[in-house]
């Protein structure tokens, strides 16, 4: 049986539901049961998980996880406009984008930086969950304090 291009563009439901039965699963199970994870919450109108957790370097960042048709999108609110060495900040972060695992940093229109990356659902499962929120948890911890110092300290 051969797929014709209209058949790969289709999403598969058995796909969806089993990721969507996953992240409720695995999210809401053991991921919030994390020392370092301080809440985990689902908006069923998105479908979107919030995985707020804490770190040494800020008060706590949250994963926002986006389930669609074909993929897991997720982002991270990061960083506002750096004040100062806007240059620096970016080098800075393209060196960590270069050390990252399935999440990559990305400036918006208005200069915030995000945290974002997705994975197809094919791939998704418990294990490249808690890599991509092990990424992410130590991308912030790793970065966090340096850019924060570069973008927001004049001297």
Known sequence: MSLT???AD???PRRYQAALDLLHR??????????????VEFDESIPRWYVRFG?????AATIYFDLRQRSLHHEVYFLPDPLYRREAVYALLLKANHQSYGTHASIA????????GRTLLEHLDAAEL?????????????W?????RLAFRPD
């Open 5 to 7: 291009a209209s058949d």
């Open 10 to 12: 289709t999403p598969d």
């Open 26 to 39: 695995h999210l809401e199970g053991s991921v919030a049961h994390e020392p370092f994870v301080q809440t």
């Open 55 to 59: 770190c040494d370097g800020r008060d």
């Open 109 to 116: 229109a208005d200069g915030e930086v995000y945290l974002t």
């Open 130 to 142: 808690d890599r991509l929120i092990g990424s992410i948890y130590q991308y912030t911890e790793r």
């Open 144 to 148: 966090f304090p340096t850019l924060v």
